[in-house]
């Protein structure tokens, strides 16, 4: 059974930085074809993908967020980190943690977390 | 442009057949994947690649594509089906943007 559970603060200070684990379970992050990407969705606003790592360490950011991503992952533990800086208000969301799936000229989100809400406030 | 468009909002008569669109660039050279949210709830994947469904997926939900358009049908709306919709795309820089999401209505 492929699960995903986010974990992190709940509430962050404008300027500080975000971290977020996604661990899963199911499934091996070193296994060939194998990814897990980070999407968040303001309060009433469309989802919005953040980044994603594939088993090969390969890894992508959305080009508007990109200066202020990072994501890696511990295959050991079966984790994976993002961490955003300079959070703002407007990064007030819930952020998703989902598994890649890959198919002939698509890849797509099979398996997703609950989400975590995260409000930057002071 | 990696950007997908969606129409903000679709409606349907319960048991009649819907289309929601997705267009954008990338489109023309990958398929899109469908995701439906109901609210409080993550997305779920309803239709991916060509023609897609995962397990557990009414048959009734179908997917199509041409040109720099995706297309989600549903045959025969249920009730159960009133969401929030969104389609998603990767494109030539590994970016995996979403459409801006379509609410289905079903009268």
């Known amino acids: 059974q492929v699960t995903l559970k986010e974990s992190g603060p709940v509430l962050v200070k404008p300027t500080e930085t975000l971290t977020l684990t996604c661990t899963v379970s199911g499934f091996s992050l070193s296994n060939a074809r194998m990814g897990v990407s980070w999407i968040r969705q303001p309060p009433g606003k469309a989802l919005e993908w953040l980044a994603h790592i594939f088993s090969n360490d390969e890894k992508s950011y959305s080009t508007s967020l990109k200066s202020r991503l990072t994501i890696s992952k511990d295959t050991s533990k079966s984790q994976v980190v993002l961490t955003m800086t300079n959070m703002d208000p407007v990064d007030t969301a819930t952020y998703y943690c989902a598994r890649i799936g890959f198919g002939a000229a698509t890849n797509y989100f099979d398996y997703w977390g609950q989400g975590t809400l995260v409000t930057v406030s002071s | ?107």
């Open chain 2, 1 to 107: 442009s990696s950007e997908l468009t969606q129409d903000p909002a679709v409606s349907v008569a319960l048991g009649q057949t819907v289309r929601i669109t997705c267009q954008g660039d990338s489109l023309r050279s990958y398929y899109a994947s469908w995701y439906q949210q109901k609210p409080g709830q993550a997305p779920v994947l309803v239709i991916y690649g060509k023609n897609n469904r995962p397990s557990g997926i009414p048959d009734r939900f179908s997917g199509s594509s041409s040109g720099n358009t995706a297309s989600l049908t549903i045959t025969g709306a249920q009730a159960e089906d009133e969401a929030d919709y969104y389609c998603n795309s990767r494109d030539s820089s590994g970016n995996h943007p979403f459409g801006g999401g379509t609410k289905l209505t079903v009268l």
